[in-house]
T-cell receptor, first 117, second 112 residues
Framework: DAGVIQSPRHEVTEMGQEVTLRCKPI?????LFWYRQTMMRGLELLIY????????DSGMPEDRFSAKMPNASFSTLKIQPSEPRDSAVYFC???????????????FGPGTRLTVL | QQQVKQSPQSLIVQKGGISIINCAYE??????FPWYQQFPGKGPALLIA?????SEKKEGRFTISFNKSAKQFSLHIMDSQPGDSATYFC???????????FGIGTKLQVIP
């Protein structure tokens, strides 16, 4: 398996523009997580899905952020409009059911480094 | 509210020395405590994990020590090597709940 795939790996945009980050989870995993990583705040959970349904979006900072999971193999995180303080590395992670034997092990993608000028 | 407190935020250790990273948690419902390792430009990856029914778990040079009464756990890296230089995150979660709470991270540098 190729692991969790994220695109793009790097994104530079100007303030006010729309940004869409993409994630393909590991096949067979039924939970998907979006994280944001910054030096000041570490790894913050933004939202997670189980079986394509959003379960907890309490970490989404503002209405400018939205996430979708239209099917089991694809998810997007959208920021509209983007602001310089959104600059961070955004990670997607996926996890299999408890029946996998390793409770709560999340497999992270390589991340998308977002810079908003 | 930061439910998992991690220290130090940065650590420099000489090759062959012992690296120690400490974490404390607040939620007594937590029953699973993983450590993740992150190399520059990569996503975090699970390194080792422990449940509160044991006080210690060892995998190679990596050991987790767990103190349930103090609500603390720590990662010890024996015979630290330059290849261990990475950021380490402690984390906590509880059975049946998929959300994992991460510590702030510790940037470890092992110098030759």
């Amino acid at each position: 398996d190729a692991g969790v795939i994220q695109s793009p790996r790097h994104e530079v945009t100007e303030m006010g523009q729309e940004v869409t980050l993409r994630c393909k989870p590991i096949s067979g995993h039924n939970s998907l997580f979006w994280y944001r990583q910054t030096m000041m705040r570490g790894l913050e959970l933004l939202i997670y899905f189980n079986n394509n349904v959003p379960i907890d979006d309490s970490g989404m900072p503002e209405d400018r952020f939205s996430a979708k999971m239209p099917n089991a193999s694809f998810s997007t995180l959208k920021i509209q409009p983007s602001e310089p303080r959104d600059s961070a590395v955004y990670f997607c992670a996926s996890r299999a059911d408890h029946s996998s034997g390793k409770q709560n092990e999340q497999f992270f993608g390589p991340g998308t480094r977002l810079t908003v000028l | 509210q930061q439910q998992v407190k991690q220290s130090p935020q940065s650590l420099i250790v000489q090759k062959g020395g012992i690296s120690i990273i400490n974490c404390a948690y607040e939620n007594t419902a937590f029953d699973y405590f993983p450590w993740y390792q992150q190399f520059p430009g990569k996503g975090p990856a699970l390194l080792i994990a422990i449940r509160p029914d044991v006080s210690e778990k060892k995998e190679g040079r990596f050991t987790i020590s767990f103190n349930k009464s103090a609500k603390q756990f720590s990662l010890h890296i024996m015979d630290s090597q330059p290849g261990d230089s990475a950021t380490y995150f402690c984390a906590a979660s509880w059975r049946g709940y998929q959300k994992v709470t991460f510590g702030i991270g510790t940037k470890l540098q092992v110098i030759p």
